[in-house]
């Protein structure tokens, strides 16, 4: 995931991230799927989408604590 991209997952809200997040993981699912069935040609591909996963639970874990935090304050 390029910067660019990581920044912009920053701007959009949890719903969207939320939403964001589980296509990917049916896409890792289908990746999956087509690496059992030796579909998939290039496999560094798997990696990348975990981690394009872990990035947006992430930014979602960060939006949520700073949210608690605003709510504890008030």
């Known amino acids: ?9 920053h701007l ?3 719903k969207e991230l939320r939403k964001m ?3 990917a993981s049916d896409g890792l699912a289908n990746l ?3 690496k059992t069935q030796n579909k998939l040609k290039n496999t560094s591909i798997l990696c990348n989408q975990r981690k394009e996963i872990a990035q947006m639970l992430t930014i979602i874990r960060m939006k949520e604590l ?7 304050k008030k």
């Open 1 to 9: 995931m390029k910067t660019k991209d990581k920044k912009e997952l």
């Open 12 to 14: 959009k809200s949890i």
């Open 32 to 34: 999956r799927l087509d």
């Open 66 to 72: 700073t949210e608690i935090e605003k709510e504890k």
């Open 21 to 23: 997040a589980e296509a």
